[in-house]
């Protein structure tokens, strides 16, 4: 069983690291609020003083913070961690990250002798809590073989991408068609009620048609046809509308850096931006359909 820092213990971080305890690792969590890594600490956890200390002389290192710009400083900023593990440790970071930050910290990593993969998950907090992630994951065979095992405990589907970068990729790409998508069925069932059919008779046609989708089966933007889907509870998330806009927003970044047109992703960014912008951050993703539905 090997030893992890865990750092940035939040809605996701905190499950992730309370299910490597579970499965018998021994866990170090520093996050820059104290409750969360209480919680790690009631589980069987130890409080780290730092980030760095949550680094110094374990076998590997977790980290799930908000973007980039942390993912950054906490590895390679002053006192960062890359400067303080001993040679050979593997560091995760998990957070959704751009993609050029993700390659630009790997590089620091190796350059020092450590072995990193980016691996964001998907799967949400319930996805965390029930060690359901799905991991897609960048960088090195090596770096990859020996995570896998801690990733496990973790996730259902570790998923290798390929090298640096990859697994942030495939994310940002993975979640632009969901954005896509949502936005697309939710004109469609707004233009069915328009003409006449009831939401369940359009889901059951749709949804067994070659319109369906994964959005639609799962996180249906109408109360009733799905009874998880977040549309059935007011539209509480769920997958947060303030996060699809994010990784669209990183969706359109990797586009300019890659100078690939995405004019589908482009009106989805601007829609979200204009969802959230109107104070409903907060709500799930899917409710969005509210919005289109006032446009008419
Ligand atoms: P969160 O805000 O709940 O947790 C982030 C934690 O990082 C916070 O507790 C914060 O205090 C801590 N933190 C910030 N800067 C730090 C620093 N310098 N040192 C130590 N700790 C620091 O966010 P979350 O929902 O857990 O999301 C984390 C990452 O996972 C994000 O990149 C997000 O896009 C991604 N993600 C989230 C979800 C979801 O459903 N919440 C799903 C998939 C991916």
Known sequence: MATIGFIGVGNMGGPMARNLLKAGHRVKAFDLMPDPVQKVVDAGGTRAASAADAARDVDAVITMLPAGKHVASVYTGDKGILSVARPGTVFIDSSTIDVKTARDVIAAAEAKGMLMLDAPVSGGIAGAENAALTFMVGGSDAAFAKAKPILEAMGKKIVHAGG??????????????????????????????????????????????????????????????????????????????????????????????????????????????????????????????????DLG
């Open 164 to 293: 640096a970068g990859n697994g942030q990729a495939a994310k940002v790409c993975n979640n632009m068609v969901l954005g896509i998508t949502m936005i697309g069925i939710s004109e469609a069932f707004v233009m069915a009620e328009k003409l006449g059919l009831s939401p369940q008779a359009m889901f059951d046609i749709v949804g067994s048609s070659s319109g369906s989708c994964w959005a639609l089966l799962n996180h249906c933007p109408v109360p009733g046809p799905v009874p998880t889907s977040a549309a059935n509870r007011d539209y509480k998330p769920g997958f947060a509308a303030d996060l699809m806009l994010k990784d669209l927003k990183l969706s359109q970044e990797a586009a300019r850096s890659a100078k690939v047109q995405t004019p589908l992703g482009s009106e989805a960014t601007a829609l979200y931006a204009e969802y959230v912008e109107g104070g409903n951050g907060s709500l799930d993703y899917s409710g969005i359909i509210r919005m289109i539905r």
